[in-house]
């Protein structure tokens, strides 16, 4: 069961400048928050939502981080993505109402509760609104596009070093620092996320330590020489490095 808590409203969330009020005056966001009706509480390792279920509500996270996986084709289930405070979740299965993915919290977390068919009421309304919404589906749709960039065509070194940096920029975006940072994620679901196997995600940051780039300490991360970590990223090769 999930806990329901009061509802502070978006234009006092730290988060509103990444999340449902980003982009609106003050009367966008008054009308945002009356479909914003609730914020619930999900436990570590706690489901959200489920595939298969009907499609009635956005999620935006106030706290904590979920992750997404989505069922393949081979009847594996894939980690399409990691959400962090801020972020806005839960339309893919738009097309049917109906989910096509599981959310599962990483962490305590907590989440706004947006009604789908309110929000879009507005959105007819309200042009700032249609934007939102807009924004919303398109980083849907860049997210399935970075994760196939991602499985297709970086190797494995580049695949890890861009989801570290990926990981830096969007906490640098919650004024969070940008060189430290702490996974909620474990290596087995880093390694599900980026299509690649435990013990290559585990060298290559075992050898990205022992080039200088990265201080690690179990699921504590230290970027210690951003530029050399954007080398590896874009597919450079540094000296001495073996991967």
């Not at 507005?122 to 991602?150: C, D, H, N, W, Y």
């Not at 990205?208 to 230290?222: D, K, S």
Request: charged share 25%.
């Amino acid at each position: 069961m999930f806990d329901h808590v009061h509802n502070h409203g978006c234009t006092t969330c730290r988060n509103g400048h990444l999340c449902l009020s980003r982009g609106l005056n003050e009367r966008e966001a008054g009308l945002v928050e009356e479909v914003a009706h609730r914020k619930i509480r999900v436990n570590k390792g706690e489901s959200l939502f489920s595939a298969g279920e009907s499609l009635e509500e956005l999620y935006a996270v106030k706290y904590g981080t979920f992750k997404l996986t989505l069922g393949a084709a081979d009847g594996r289930e894939v980690i399409a993505a990691f959400y962090l405070a801020g972020d806005v979740f839960g339309t893919d299965g738009f097309e049917s109402d109906i989910r096509t993915s599981t959310a599962t919290a990483l962490e305590d977390s907590e989440v706004c509760v947006v009604s789908w068919k309110q929000l879009a009421k507005l959105a007819q309304e309200e042009p700032a609104i249609q934007q939102l919404v807009a924004q919303i589906f398109s980083a849907r749709i860049g997210r399935k596009q970075r994760l196939m960039l991602t499985m297709g065509s970086l190797r494995s070194d580049e695949r890890v070093a861009t989801f570290l940096l990926d990981l830096s920029r969007r906490l640098q975006e919650r004024g969070l620092s940008s060189r430290h940072i702490v996974l909620r994620m474990s290596r087995e679901e880093i390694a599900e996320h980026l299509a690649m196997q435990l013990e290559t995600v585990s060298r290559i940051f075992s050898a990205l330590a022992r080039e200088g780039i990265l201080r690690v300490h179990h699921r504590e991360i230290e970027i210690l020489d951003l530029h050399a970590l954007e080398t590896v990223a874009n597919g450079g090769v540094q000296r001495n490095r073996i991967f």
